[in-house]
């Protein structure tokens, strides 16, 4: 258990703007940052972060909460993890106890894969260390490699005894279970045998974008002709190598802040770069490129540079993941290393500025990189070149914004000597031809949505009562503490004429207080569960604290109500997602008319509650035996308390 000291001081420290930056391309908007959600797929920002009140809200699902929930919901951690990352972060000690055999039988399946890879690591790491063997033949091929000592420790570098289950013995003598060993893919099972998958292997631990262990890759250093040179961990429960990218975890800083990408293609590849100094670098890990590894990068920018190598084979395979680049809306540059030449053996020998200075000069804009590689291909055959065009002309399809199309259609048009009226038209032909694809997929999809058609074309029933409701949390959260000059009208009799009149009293009152007094005159309660939960909590603590913060209200708050609080706090900050201001639509502002707001909120309440209770009567009359004259005499009651409420509302609201 970690100490609620510990988990204090975690929560004074961490920033969730700092936090979330970490897996997010955040850019300032006004008070608070936006940008793209990740946990949907999207070109434009839903995703808000306020420093101010220290929460976040993706307006694409609804999710929202503060450091801790970003965690749990992006990185699919415990509570207690969460807590740990944070602390590692931050430099902070945690307090915590040893967890007790109950507890470790506790924990669920997924977490014991995560518990035994983490083992693992440390386990390659001490080998290649501690061991004469290691030393020998891990540390040997490291540094024939050029990595120093930092670099081998940075990346966690490891080694696999060249024995058939020194692993597995040793994890099974720490308590570890054959089920999770075996689910990881470090150990391999065959009927009674069991033996390490990494045999006599180099370690590179596969990380995720927040550093937990996923998987390894192993290079083999024999010439075994039979034995694969790189091997992989299997897919698990927790590796899915589709979604990951090798490097990411300690990239992702330099992307955001260098707002660009090396994309490579095997591990030395990432691991000299970021030796030499270029550290915005990842790598597929010698997989086919896939839309979830390149959205992983668009989390934290728009543009990426491919590197390959000199192999012209190699060029032409991997090239087509720059389509799908393309497709996700991103800007692409290609750059291609000398004959003979790799990212790894360029990095060695080259210093950084000279590095630096060879990608400045020879990173090409994707067209002109395609259109030179396939322009060879094609030697002057007509057919071919033709070929080479449409071919490139499919790759600028792919492209969704149309300002981009067209000066890539013009750029292909110069390099290709071609008519522009003649790429345009290709064009039109190829995006009717997905047109016509996505009607065909989109009527097949309506077909199966034709038995729920009608409910979908219902309109959307307001219950105005849970609005009422939720807004009195809103002002509660937000300006409960604060002192405001209150307007309440008394109904009098005009001294003339005898009429009953509004006549204004003016009074000091806290935000809370006159809400909790205004409710309890009318003896008016939650219909809400959760809201009810937390206008007693709110009201409390402004009661108890003269200093109310809302990030410690939150942060000390119930798991499930994060993200209802959440997104009531954020509601206004959508506006600044759209640029409202700059197209001069300005939303009021709530701060200037609080005390406005606190009586225009009650009062519609009180005048709904009323005409909630006028039904109740009418319904009563449609009984056997009913009262209706009493009935009818309560009824002309409420409806004169309405007249007078609804006068005062509309006194309230004018202003």
């Known amino acids: 258990m970690i100490s609620q000291n510990s988990i204090s001081q975690v929560f004074e420290t961490a920033r969730v703007e700092e936090v979330i930056g970490d897996f997010v391309q955040l850019k300032k908007a006004g008070s608070n940052y936006k940008g793209l959600s990740p946990f949907s797929e999207e070109r434009t920002p839903s995703f808000m972060v306020s420093p101010v009140k220290q929460i976040w809200k993706d307006f ?15 990185e699919h951690f415990t509570y207690p993890e969460a807590i740990r990352y944070l602390a590692k972060k931050y430099n902070i000690d945690i307090e915590e106890t ?38 020998a033949i891990g540390k040997s091929y490291f540094k024939e490699r050029g990595f120093t000592e930092d670099t081998i420790k940075k990346f966690q570098l490891g080694y696999s005894l060249d024995e058939w289950q020194a692993f597995t013995d040793d994890a099974l003598g720490k308590g570890y279970k054959l089920e999770f060993l075996e689910k990881t893919g470090l ?58 990218l090798y490097g990411l975890f300690f990239a992702k ?10 994309l490579v293609e095997g591990y030395t590849d990432v691991i000299q770069f970021y030796q030499t100094g270029v550290k915005n670098v990842v790598s597929s890990s010698g997989t086919a490129l896939t839309s ?15 590197l390959f190598d000199g192999d012209a084979a190699g060029m032409r395979a991997s090239i087509r993941g720059v389509d799908l680049i393309l497709e996700q809306g991103m800007n692409v540059k290609v750059c291609t290393f000398p004959d003979g030449e790799d990212p790894d053996s360029f990095a060695k020998s ?16 994707f067209i002109q990189f395609k259109a030179s590689l396939l322009v060879k291909d094609a030697n002057n055959d007509p057919i071919k070149k033709a070929e080479t065009i449409r071919d490139i002309v499919n790759s600028i399809a792919k492209i969704p914004d149309a300002i981009k199309r067209e000066i890539y259609i013009r750029e292909c048009a110069s390099i290709m000597d071609i008519s522009e009226n003649v790429l345009f038209s290709t064009l039109a032909q190829i995006n009717k031809k997905d047109v016509k694809e996505n009607n065909r ?16 074309q219902q309109k959307r029933k307001i219950d105005v009562q849970y609005e009422l409701e939720r807004k009195i949390i809103e002002i509660l959260m937000l300006y409960g503490d604060r002192t405001e000059q209150f307007e309440d009208l008394i109904l009098k009799e005009d001294e003339g004429s005898g009429d009953l009149i509004l006549e204004p009293a003016i009074h000091e009152a806290r935000v809370f207080e006159k809400i909790y007094l205004d409710l309890q005159e009318d003896e008016m309660m939650f219909s809400n569960e959760n809201f009810k939960e937390l206008y007693y909590s709110i009201i409390d603590r402004l009661n108890q604290e003269e200093d109310f913060s809302t990030k410690d209200f939150i942060n000390q708050l119930d798991q499930k109500y994060a993200t209802e609080v959440t997104s ?16 001069n639509i300005v939303p009021k502002e709530k701060e200037h008319s609080v005390a406005q707001l606190v009586s225009q909120t009650i009062l519609s309440l009180r005048c709904y509650l009323i005409d909630q209770k006028v039904a109740e009567y009418k319904n009563e009359t449609l009984r056997p035996n009913a009262d209706i004259r009493s009935v009818m005499e309560d009824v002309k009651d409420y409806l004169g308390l309405k007249m007078l409420l609804s006068r005062k509302l509309g006194k309230v609201v004018g202003g």
């Not at 979830?292 to 491919?306: C, W």
């Open 60 to 74: 694409s699902t609804g999710k929202g909460g503060n450091a801790i929930t970003f965690l749990m919901e992006h």
């Open 98 to 135: 040893e967890r007790t055999d109950e507890e470790k039988e506790q924990l669920n399946a997924k977490e014991s894969l995560y518990l035994v890879s983490e083992y693992a690591n440390e386990y390659f790491q001490k080998v290649l260390q501690k061991t004469d063997q290691g030393q």
């Open 187 to 244: 150990t391999i099972v065959k009927d009674e045998r069991r033996f390490d998958r990494f045999k006599g292997r180099v370690m590179f631990p596969i990380h995720s974008m927040s550093g937990r262990v996923l998987g390894f890759g192993g290079r083999i250093l024999t010439n075994d002709k039979k034995a694969a040179k790189y091997l992989n961990s299997p897919e698990s429960d927790i590796y899915h190598k589709s979604k990951v």
């Open 253 to 262: 800083k330099t992307i955001a802040k260098e707002d660009n990408c090396f």
């Open 292 to 306: 979830e590894q390149i959205r992983l990068i668009n989390r934290l920018t728009n543009n990426i540079t491919v």
């Open 350 to 365: 080259n210093t950084l500025e000279e590095l630096t200075e060879y990608l400045n000069e020879n990173a090409k804009d």
């Open 441 to 456: 997929q989109y009527k097949q999809e309506q077909k199966a949505f034709e038995v729920v058609k009608s409910e979908q």
């Open 568 to 583: 009531i706090l954020m509601e206004d900050e959508k506006y600044n997602l759209h640029d409202w201001h700059r197209n």
